[in-house]
């Protein structure tokens, strides 16, 4: 799909309601599913990576039952029953790191897939992993096959890989037999994460605690089923404080937990940071700015608001400096690369040296440009902002919004955006 803005300013006062947490999403699907009895989940906004993981989750023998207010889900009672399919994790990092541990319980052969890169991101802690505990984790084109059982214990990974490998064993250990232990290498990067994933199993009447780096999970333990809201994500309201910062705009963001324990919370800082004004308004924030001006911030906790930052930053006054950015060359697409390669065309400012990204500020946009998605929503989608500053911006690849949020182009329209 593609997509045509113009230079144009958003209304005063926009307001826009964010879509659920992709991140919380997924983790409420997988603690009810292997829950006992029946869960009801409220507030959650079905993308492709979401669908990716009830999917894979059917084929494991889980039932969904789609209601208006939300989906109701027939746990499995930690009783996993394999149909045999290949489970199609769709571009769905989180679907398929989730998952592998969880279908390791089995002790027949599980064969996995997916699209665009996700067979090529690195899967190294499993493979290490399981072929410490001397299980088959086995790569054949685009196919990973992998069988338990997968069995407690001690399990060490480092801290500076991402946090999807620690929250699938965390998923998956509690049913073993046995006590486990995941001892975690520092530096302990994106461990909002892990905390996310230890809220969704307490709920679920999952213990585990940490200290010292060291998560202890008992074993035998049962998922405990429960209702649950899913509260907005955070990740995705660095594109409307975006907005709001290059259009010197008022921007309401609704569907925002105050308390939220996603790691992208901490957007809110870095608006300030950069000069951006934040209020606290009834269930959200609102956004405005004066001036905004460069800064430097660490993204290892929150590697998803890259792509907003780095636009953002475009129209800052002086230099932004972002460190610990290595992971964004392995998601759906090399997220440095590519928005250096698009900020580049919009004749921005910007470089990178191995983990750090600079950008140089404030440019004015050229006009009459043709810019490329990657194939990657988050690249989308903040290209779109950007978009509305200059004349006669054509964006390709748009559908890409539909991993995380299908509804993205109707709320910029709400927001006074026009485009073709």
């Given at each position: ?259 939220s324990h996603q790691g992208d919370h901490v957007i809110v ?102 810019l490329n998605g990657h194939n990657d929503h988050r690249i989308v989608m903040c290209l ?37």
């Amino acid at each position: 799909m593609r997509v045509h803005f113009y230079r144009q300013k958003i209304k005063e006062n926009a307001r826009v309601t964010l879509p659920s947490s992709k991140s919380l999403s997924h983790r409420a699907l997988i603690v009810a599913a292997l829950a006992s009895g029946d869960s009801f989940i409220r507030g959650i906004t079905e993308s492709k990576d979401t669908k990716a993981t009830m999917s894979v989750l059917q084929h494991l023998g889980v039932r969904f039952e789609r209601r208006e207010d939300g989906i109701l889900v027939h746990g499995c009672s930690g009783k996993l029953k394999y149909d045999g399919e290949i489970l199609d994790c769709n571009e769905s990092g989180s679907t398929l790191r989730f998952m592998i541990p969880i279908a390791a319980l089995l002790s027949e052969e599980v064969k996995f897939t997916g699209h665009g890169r996700l067979m090529e991101r690195p899967q190294t802690v499993y493979e290490t992993l399981f072929q410490e505990k001397g299980l088959l984790f086995e790569k054949k084109d685009s196919v990973l096959i992998v069988q338990g059982p997968l069995c407690g214990g001690r399990y060490c990974v480092r801290g500076d890989v991402s946090s999807q490998f620690i929250s699938g064993l965390l998923f998956a250990l509690p049913l073993c037999k046995e006590d486990s232990c995941i001892e975690i290498l520092p530096p302990f990067e994106s461990a909002s994460y892990v905390r996310l994933t230890m809220d969704a199993l307490e709920r679920a009447n999952i213990h585990c605690s940490m200290l010292n780096q060291q998560l202890h999970i008992a074993g035998k333990q049962n998922y405990a089923c429960a209702d649950t809201v899913v509260e907005g994500d955070d990740s995705q309201m660095a594109f409307f404080a975006e907005m709001a910062l290059i259009h010197k705009r008022t921007v309401d963001v609704c569907n925002v937990n105050h308390s939220s324990h996603q790691g992208d919370h901490v957007i809110v800082d870095f608006v300030k940071q950069m000069g951006g004004h934040v209020e606290e308004i009834d269930n959200g924030y609102r956004f405005s700015a004066d001036a905004i001006h460069g800064t430097e911030i660490s993204l290892a906790d929150c590697p998803d608001l890259g792509p907003a930052l780095f636009a953002l930053a475009t129209q800052c006054e002086g230099t932004t400096i972002f460190t610990h950015c290595e992971r964004l060359r392995i998601k759906e697409s090399d997220r440095i690369a590519a928005m250096e390669e698009e900020l580049r065309k919009l004749g921005c400012d910007i470089h990178s040296d191995g983990g750090t990204v600079i950008v140089h500020g404030a440019t004015t946009l050229k006009s009459s440009v043709v810019l490329n998605g990657h194939n990657d929503h988050r690249i989308v989608m903040c290209l779109s902002m950007l978009a509305t500053l200059a004349d006669d911006v054509t964006i390709d690849g748009c559908e890409a919004v539909e991993k995380s949020y299908p509804g993205f182009f109707d709320d910029l329209k709400q927001m006074g955006v026009k485009y073709d």
